[in-house]
């Protein structure tokens, strides 16, 4: 039971304070004109706000973000060309959505439609989509060294994670005001990020601009970046003198939003006749979308980083590759290059049992690291080899492996660099904190208040846990990556000592007491540059039926999770997290057809699961103390990752059909 | 062309002029400030705008304001006065909400489907919620939510 969480009260009551419940005076309501084909060129173009008026391109702010080749990166508005079905070409205004989306026609756009690229396979032997470029090859890197082996056992493989859409249930959104200086109230996990981007893109000086964080319903890797409608909405707020407000549409979402996974991989295993892994080769290709920067080129090489999972495998090479194609750039979706990894080198252990006829996880077991260990790719961590060994035992894998479960570790490297922002202030009798990375459903205001409180000994009735807002913090980074309960946490606690230790010095001794009575104002920048990696592992059960039906009946869970600051919340984000990735597997697809036109028109069509069915979950916590004061480890990412890859095997066990990509179709499970 | 309506909203009488084309959820939430009915899709799937209309859940999107004329509507806001309504007060304790966007709707889907059934089953409570999406909460906790609401209000 939860009687802690106060802002939810607002929730239940229909009194959030999203993003599109902002209605101020004089507000003008933005409809955006998209591009109807993958690919053109653009001959003319008239109406509205559109590229001949407003230049600029985005910059790439957030989680992932790479600074990418400049004539590559997305306009904010294109004027020559468009690449991606659904980019905005231009903007119009009236004072209700409805009269806005009338505005909509009188924009008049010719197009020379082009052939499109959009597939990885077409990328590669497509001339390139860009003018600028000899390829379409976004990035091509290698990580690893090369090696020669010969081994008794060879095994290769390739695997595909198609794309899926990230679909929070509260679309994009902002509203952006302008009286000299703009203000922006937004829907997002970094505000800071958000007025990186929008200064960038508009030329704005930090001081001429506020972002403001809104309620945020859901994001899930969507709302840390940058979009061409946020500086839009921005530029015409400053041009027309009015408020703006721009609320995403699903269908706009869909199409024009970044979705995730969307990797390639190939896994070429060497080992000998026992099981042990000599070596790993493998080429990791991200279908980047039509624009690099951030996670387009981001990915592939995050991706390779992790392609040796949590084994000792002391050889290793791999070619990372993201590609363009004509289709809405790639974004993070939660796990953001662990699932794909984890999904590759998995899939392959389960290959390489069956081929030795080994007990997957006893196979896992030899290959594990006895201690600390640094893959050649570039991943740390712990002795690997006693937790998957406890992970079987805490799951009972042996008294249940005749129920046929898919088993499946992973290293969660969670975002920790390069650390996060907290200022608490301390005025009449109450404590404010700000953070920089802020709550997209995770309720980061419960661990803040709990460690605020026994870091001051106050009692968290009187702690008010603020929203992001870049005038409130200097700096900041953002919510994603697994990072908040560890850096953020982390942060906090550092405030909080920090004052205790100014009351200390001042008042001679610490009483809360005296604190209260007194004022205290205190930022810190809490650096982290080493990454805080942890192991999971997931036992998952799965049964078919005749029609190719999938119904999972159990996820187990094993996590690492450190201190676990709330146990609640803590399975809430297994089971969410778990639900998404057996979304994945199951249902969950971003579709176009040969000419980049998207066959995906609803949220149902993306494949979101639905309540009518849930398996029973089984949740167990290693909580071994991480290095931090405050002993939490990442969590957020962990099911995306380990439920997608033991759910495959799972299916695989009970049909006999080899699984090599996601979304598994009934269709492919009946061999049709 | 505009048309007056008169819509009973949470036990007020609105009588409004609205464009034929206007939608039930945008009188809602436009027209009246009522902004606890969310709209989370224009295809009628995810469920964040359900409201009671006439005591029957329905997704307010698809509703034109016009075809709510003389009839009553019940939204979130509607739900609670002094103290939380039981099925909003489970939501809370059992954790059945992370980013609350879809919450509204769940509750007002839940309340409905108590109004009409008090002790549902497992799978019923399932299929009730079939029409509401949640991207965060895996739906464990929410069904464990309408299953408390009920007991405590048959208690």
């Not at chain 1, 992932?64 to 903007?91: F, H, K, S």
């Not at chain 1, 508009?202 to 994001?219: H, K, M, Y």
């Not at chain 1, 049992?353 to 570039?378: Q, T």
Request: hydrophobic fraction near 40%.
């Amino acid at each position: 039971m939860m009687s802690e969480l106060s802002t939810v009260d607002m929730f239940v009551r229909g009194r959030g304070r999203f993003v599109d419940d902002i209605n101020l005076l004089n507000m003008l309501h933005m409809a955006v004109v998209r591009s109807p084909f993958a690919r053109a060129k653009i001959l003319s173009i008239k109406g509205g706000i559109n590229g001949k008026e407003l230049k600029g391109t985005l910059e790439s702010v957030g989680e992932g973000a790479t600074e990418g080749a400049a004539r590559t990166i997305e306009p904010v508005l294109p004027v020559d060309m468009v690449n991606y079905l659904g980019q905005p070409v231009a903007a119009v205004f009236g004072s209700t959505l409805y009269e806005a989306q009338d505005e909509m026609s009188g924009v008049e756009v010719e197009y020379e439609p082009l052939k499109p690229v959009v597939t990885i396979d077409d990328a590669l032997s497509s001339p390139p989509i860009h003018p600028y470029t000899n390829s379409n090859i976004i990035s091509d890197r290698w990580r690893g060294k090369p090696f020669e082996i010969s081994a008794p056992v060879e095994l290769e493989d390739e695997f595909y994670n198609k794309r899926v859409a990230t679909n929070p249930i509260e679309t994009r959104g902002i509203v952006a005001s302008y009286d000299g200086r703009l203000t922006v109230w937004i829907s997002t996990q970094s505000a800071h990020a958000i007025k990186e981007g929008l200064c960038s893109a508009l030329n704005l000086s930090p001081g001429d601009v506020r972002v403001i964080q809104t309620d945020t319903g859901g994001a899930f890797g969507l709302k840390g970046g940058l979009y061409s409608e946020y500086v839009i909405a921005s530029y015409a707020a400053m041009k027309f003198r009015r408020p703006v407000k721009w609320i995403e549409t699903r269908r706009e979402h869909l199409m024009a939003s970044r979705p995730g996974r969307g990797a390639k991989g190939k896994v070429k295993l060497y080992a000998d006749r026992d099981g042990k892994i000599l070596g790993l080769k493998g080429e990791v290709i991200v279908d980047g979308g039509a624009y690099s920067g951030g996670m387009a080129e981001f990915s592939s090489n995050f991706i390779a980083m992790q392609m040796t999972g949590p084994y000792a495998i002391e050889k290793a090479h791999v070619r990372a590759v993201s590609v363009f194609t004509n289709k809405v750039p790639i974004g993070p979706y939660r796990g953001a290059g662990r699932p794909e990894a984890a999904f590759f080198i998995e899939r392959m252990m389960d290959r390489l049992a069956d081929e030795l006829h080994m007990d997957p996880v006893e196979l896992r077991i030899k290959n594990a690291a006895d201690d600390r260990f640094k893959s050649p790719l570039g991943v740390e961590f712990e002795d690997s080899r006693s937790f998957i060994q406890r992970a079987a035992s805490e799951l009972n894998y042996s008294s249940r492996k005749g129920e046929k479960p898919g088993f499946a570790c992973f290293v969660l490297v969670p975002a920790t660099q390069p650390g996060e922002s907290c200022r608490i202030v301390v005025r009449d009798g109450r404590v404010k904190v700000w953070t920089g990375g802020n709550s997209h459903g995770q309720g980061h205001d419960v661990f803040v208040r709990k460690l605020i409180s026994q870091e001051l000994q106050v009692p968290e009735s009187i702690i008010d846990v603020e929203r992001g807002d870049t005038d409130m913090l200097e700096e900041g980074v953002g919510a994603w990556g697994s990072r908040s309960a560890m850096v953020l946490g982390d942060a906090v606690v550092s405030v909080a000592r920090k004052i205790r230790d100014q009351a200390e010095k001042e008042l001679g001794r610490y009483t809360p007491e005296l604190l209260l009575s007194n004022r205290y104002d205190v930022y810190n920048f809490q650096k982290h540059e080493r990454p805080l990696n942890s192991l999971g592992a997931n036992m998952v059960f799965a049964e078919v039926d005749e029609m190719g039906m999938v119904n999972v009946r159990e996820v187990d869970a094993y996590y690492d999770v450190g201190v676990p600051l709330n146990r609640d919340m803590v399975e809430g984000q297994i089971i969410g997290g778990s639900i998404q990735g057996i979304g994945q597997v199951l249902s969950e697809e971003i579709a176009y057809d040969s000419q980049g036109q998207l066959l995906t028109a609803s949220i149902s069509d993306a494949g979101l699961r639905t309540a009518t069915t849930a398996p029973r979950f089984v949740i167990k916590l290693a909580d071994s103390r991480s290095s931090l004061p405050h002993g939490a480890k990442g969590l957020g990412e962990s099911p995306t990752i380990g439920v997608p890859a033991a759910l495959v095997r799972a299916i695989e066990l009970v049909t006999g059909r080899r699984i090599r990509e996601t979304p598994v179709r009934p269709e492919y499970l009946l061999g049709l | 062309m505009e048309r007056e309506v008169s819509i009973k909203v949470n036990g007020k009488l609105y009588r409004e002029k609205v464009e034929p084309r206007m939608l039930l959820v945008h009188f809602i939430r436009e027209r009246l400030g009522l902004t606890g009915t969310h709209i989370g899709c224009d295809t009628t799937n995810c469920g964040a705008c359900t409201v009671l209309l006439d005591g029957r859940a329905v997704k307010s999107c698809t509703v034109l304001a016009v075809q709510a004329d003389g009839k009553e509507v019940t939204t979130i806001e509607g739900l609670d006065g002094e103290k939380l309504n039981p099925v909003q007060q489970a939501f809370l304790d059992t954790h059945a909400l992370q980013c609350g966007f879809c919450t509204p709707g769940m509750i007002m889907t839940a309340y409905w489907l108590l109004s009409k059934k008090p002790d549902p089953s497992e799978q019923e409570i399932r299929d009730a919620l079939s029409g509401n999406l949640c991207r965060c909460t895996g739906y464990v906790n929410i069904v464990r939510a309408v299953q408390e609401a009920s007991r405590r209000m048959r208690k």
